[in-house]
């Protein structure tokens, strides 16, 4: 999937310079942070300085990823000084300058070398340097494939992290971008010692009470229709307050009615604090879900895509299930 000039560029840049950040986009989920840490344990064997700004701070689940707490969440104040004397700003998992938020607004301005390594839909040009391969299934398999190309040294850390990423981005190797390849390179990972079941149990099965809670109340508002075809459902503060948690404990919620059968495209509706509604598209793989989500200023992928609409929720629900039934022409 990389093209070896890719491959070069990339060697040339890290051969060229010393101090690099690396970022991603907010909300950050496994392959994101897989992504952050692979690639900054493999700058620091090349013996550089890295650094990892992310706009959100990182979610419980991942702190397994990072015993040493590279991860900082940014903040201007603090950290100005550290991102204008970089040379280079690695982004990961991301191009979209909204999606990295205030460090994208000041990055942009600044005269530092900024990469972009993504597996997102994306038009047009984005960064200085574009490594942007839609048909990858996740951020990490971009990477393993540059380390390949790199000789990197393949060590635990950095089969954990890439292996973390891969597997979250392919829903535990269920979703449809789970190519040949990408088991073939888990079964790479896998020789390399790490500990599959560890981070397996990290992931899987280490939620809170409070999310399964969450989880319940739910699915008690999921709703069917285009003859079982369509499905949605919401979470609203109002249960978040009644349950005792907050949004973080949301993660992987839509991918769950693609589990009944029938159920070909879900959506999720989350009430923010502001009032303004996040959705959250899935699709078990035959309709593109993409268009649909670009129509309320979103993108992602084909079959997982998200957006930001106005609220109040009622109403968003209201706009964005009819316009889904659009999907199906007999509905
Ligand atoms: P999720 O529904 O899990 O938040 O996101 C699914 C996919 O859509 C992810 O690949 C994510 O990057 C993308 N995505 C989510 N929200 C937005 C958004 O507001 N804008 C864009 N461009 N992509 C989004
Ligand atoms: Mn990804």
């Known amino acids: 999937m990389l093209q070896q000039s890719e491959i070069q560029q990339v060697r040339q840049i890290i051969e060229r310079y010393n101090r690099f950040v690396l970022t991603t986009h907010v909300n950050p989920d496994g392959d994101a942070l897989g992504s952050e840490m692979a690639f900054a344990r493999y700058l620091q064997q090349c013996g550089k300085q890295v650094s990892i700004l992310n706009s959100s701070p990182t979610p419980e689940t991942f702190h397994f990823l990072d015993p040493k707490k590279m991860m900082q969440q940014f903040d201007a104040r603090q950290h100005i000084e550290l991102l204008t004397s970089s040379d280079v700003l690695f982004i990961l998992d991301i191009s979209d300058w909204q999606r990295l938020r205030e460090l994208g607004e000041l990055v942009k301005t600044l005269p530092i070398e900024k990469v972009c390594i993504d597996h997102h839909l994306r038009e047009g040009r984005f960064a200085d340097v574009d490594i942007i391969h ?120 839509s991918d769950f009615p693609r589990t009944i059968r029938g159920v070909e495209v879900a959506l999720l509706f989350l009430e923010l604090e502001d009032g303004d509604v996040k959705i959250s598209f899935r699709s078990q793989g035959n309709i593109s879900v993409n268009a649909l989500a670009r129509q309320y200023g979103g993108g992602g992928h084909e079959f997982a895509s998200g957006a930001r609409t106005e609220g109040p929720i009622d109403d968003a629900i209201a706009r964005v299930v009819s316009a889904a039934k659009d999907l199906f022409p007999d509905c």
């Open 134 to 253: 839609p048909q990858a299934s996740s951020t990490g398999e971009l990477l393993f494939e540059l380390f390949s190309g790199l000789k990197a040294k393949m060590t635990v850390p950095i089969c954990e992290a890439l292996y973390t990423a891969i597997l979250t981005d392919t829903g535990n190797f269920r979703f449809s971008n789970t190519s040949p390849r990408v088991m073939r390179i888990a079964a790479e990972l896998m020789e390399q010692g790490i500990d599959r079941q560890r981070i397996y149990r990290e992931i899987y099965e280490s939620q809170p009470l409070t999310r399964v809670k969450l989880m319940a109340r739910m699915l008690d508002n999921l709703t069917l229709g285009c003859e079982g075809r369509l499905a949605w459902m919401y979470v609203t503060q109002a249960m978040l307050a009644d349950v005792g948690t907050t949004m973080k404990d949301t993660e992987g919620f």
